[in-house]
């Protein structure tokens, strides 16, 4: 049966590695007509030569005016923009007063104002087509506070409550704002952190088939949880008083996860790549 994405144009941030990446090639499959921007050029044309991808753009979704720029082109070169999927983002770790000022900005730059950045100019082109998907890629970190991670929770909370009140300021305007909560996922962004015990870490495809899922289903998702069992665990740590829901997270692990239990030099690695961008 032919997919009711076959045809759309979709421009994805990050998308040469990761779940960027597996979104693309999934959204290909299925007859999407997908373009991709990465701030690591390198990446960006391997990955664009490997999914047989025409538009692609090296993008850092700071600069709206290249934001801009890259969905301009989209458009000349694919057609009217259908979807925005703002997947761009990073995620250090380790002891907050060990996060320079420098890094704790360039976090809270990439993955909320660049959500911010690809919003708002794919608005002012859906706009006057009264239709469009945007999913903004926030986490399950936006609801759950993880020492070591204090700045990319932050950064992921924004991108929720971004989404929702842009989502209820253009809900009569035909377009669709939706966003998704990974758990931890096996990729290079995540490498060495491990989830809760006795909850593995997702595969990049089944987030990219969750957005897949989402932007089938033609309608706003305020939140998309994968795996679902996620979204069960936060809401039913939200009805326990603070004291014993803290309980839980350290019980399960979650507190210690980024600080005590991930892999240094996986960290490291994902570290010294971030420095060259």
Known sequence: MKSSLAGRVVAITGGARGIGYTIAETLVARGARVALSDIDEDALKTAASTLSIE??????????????????????????????????????????????????????EINTLGMINGTKRALALMLPHRRGHIVNMASTMGEAAVPGLGVYNASKAATLTFSDAARLEFRRSGIH???????????????????????????????????????????SRPRVYVPPIAGVVLRAQRLLPRVLGEAAVRALGAESAVLSRSDQASRRAYHQRLQGH
């Open 177 to 219: 704002i939706s966003a998704i909560l990974p758990a931890a996922v096996n990729t290079e962004l995540a490498a060495g952190v491990q989830g809760p015990r006795g909850i593995k870490n997702i595969e990049p495809k089944q987030v990219a088939d969750a957005v897949v899922a989402t932007l089938e289903s033609n309608k």
């Open 55 to 108: 538009t692609y753009g090296n993008l850092d979704v700071v600069d709206g005016d290249a934001f801009g720029a890259f969905l301009a082109r989209v458009e000349r070169e694919c057609g009217a923009l259908d979807v925005l999927i703002n997947n761009a983002g990073i995620m250090p770790t380790g002891p907050l007063l060990e996060q320079s000022d420098a890094l704790a900005r360039r976090v809270l």
